[in-house]
Structure formats: C-alpha cells, structure tokens
C-alpha cells in the first residue's frame, strides 16, 4: 500500500542550525506530496508542497524538493529558529490518470523538532 | 474566513458513554474528512465525504463509530459506546476539490479522554 516514512525524532537543535527532516515515500501512483507543521495544542497547518517530480516547494524558509528517482522530499531549512518548534508531518496525496485526486492523505509518523536558544 | 471549526475542544467522559464530536468545514468546500491522532497509531483517516455523501469509510475502527453530514456546513463523528482505547485528538479537515495541488484545511482538533 501507499505509505510514508520520516525520520525518527525527536530532532534537538539550537537556533541558527540546519535543519534535515527526511521523507521517503511509496505509492502506487503518481502523488502530490506536502508537509505540514503541528505548533503544541494547534491543528496541522499546511507548510508546502510539490505536485510533480523536480519541483520545489518552499515557505517560511522551509524546502522540500520532490525527487522522484529516489522517492523523497526532504525538509530542509538553513537557520532554525525557537518558534520552528512543532511536530513536522510529511505527507502524500495520490492523483489518477485523470488529473484529478482521490483526496486522501496519507500521513508520515511525524517529527518532533524543539530548537533551542 | 473562520477556518474549520470544532467542538468541543476537550471532552472527558466516562466508559459507556455517547459522544459526539462537531465540524464545520469552510464555506465552499466539497470534501471534509475525519482524522483520528494517537502516539500510537500517529493519524489515521477515519472518513471522509464528498458533496455530504461518505466516500470512503475503511478507517472507521468498528461500528462504535459512525458519522454524519447533513448538510454542506455540519459534520458530526459518533462514539457509542466509548471506550478508553479511543482516547485520541480528534481532526476534521475540508478542502475545496479533487484537484491534486488541493490543500486540506484541518482544525484545532478535539481532544477526547474516555476514562
């Protein structure tokens, strides 16, 4: 089936550090993939996303880049901040032949980031 | 725009008891979808609709469960009876269309606690 992995947490840093959030994927079509961003006692805010193989998603200094050779989307951000502190969802959405979405989310397990002063 | 919204926030209840959770999705919106978050089991989808009408419910757990959506701008998501093993933040989440680059909008979650 289609699924989702991350890499374990939680990931400590201090502010000013690079951030690596590995994601790889696997599904039975072609997926739209996303990351979202959980802030403690918040609901799952969209971060960015990537519709099609090379292409680059970004906000709020955060990147991922859809590689499709190797079936990831790495998170990266240059410099942490304390409020970057969140739980980081990678995700997919698979789309059929069509065009068009089934709709579903799949979800990773979720990393847990804290960033410190 | 409100965004989606839930209710309640938390719930505590007690074994046996009915429960029932809210949304309402953004206006405009043709799908909305019930996500379940444990440390466990991380988030599930539950179900989802589109148009009011349930598309996929293979994640509902087990006949305790059931949800409704009687119109375009209510959801509830039912427990009966709870148990303490569906303790778990409960997401509901809207988006506009099938298109792939859709963005799913989620909720503040309700947090609910069966002892």
């Known amino acids: 089936g289609d699924s989702v992995t991350q890499m374990e947490g939680p990931v400590t840093l201090s502010e000013e550090a690079f951030l690596t959030i590995n994601c790889t994927y696997t599904a039975t079509g072609y997926p739209s993939l996303f990351w979202y961003v959980q802030y403690p006692g918040e609901g799952l805010q969209l971060l960015l996303k990537?519709?099609?193989?090379?292409d680059k998603g970004s906000n709020k200094g955060f990147e991922a880049t859809y590689r499709k050779e190797t079936t990831s989307f790495h998170l990266e951000k240059g410099s942490v901040q304390v409020s970057d502190s969140a739980v980081y969802f990678c995700?997919?959405?698979?789309?059929?032949?069509?065009?068009?979405?089934?709709?579903?989310?799949?979800f990773g397990q979720g990393t847990i980031l804290t960033v410190h002063p | 725009d409100a965004g989606v919204i839930q209710s309640p926030r938390h719930e505590v209840t007690e074994m046996g008891q009915e429960v029932t959770l809210r949304c309402k999705p953004i206006s405009g919106h043709d799908y909305l979808f019930w996500y379940r978050q444990t440390m466990m089991r991380g988030l599930e989808l539950l179900i989802y609709?589109?148009?009011?009408?349930?598309?996929?419910d293979s994640g509902m757990p087990e006949d305790r469960f059931s949800a409704k959506m009687p119109n375009a701008s209510f959801s509830t998501l039912k427990i009966q009876p709870s148990e303490p093993r569906d303790s778990a933040v409960y997401f509901c989440?809207?988006?506009?269309?099938?298109?792939?680059?859709?963005?799913?909008?989620f909720g503040p979650g309700t947090r609910l606690t069966v002892l």
């Open positions: 989440a809207s988006s506009r269309d099938r298109a792939s680059t859709d963005t799913q909008y």
């Open positions: 990537a519709t099609k193989a090379d």
């Open positions: 995700a997919l959405r698979l789309i059929n032949a069509g065009g068009t979405s089934y709709g579903k989310l799949t």
């Open positions: 609709f589109n148009n009011n009408v349930p598309i996929d």
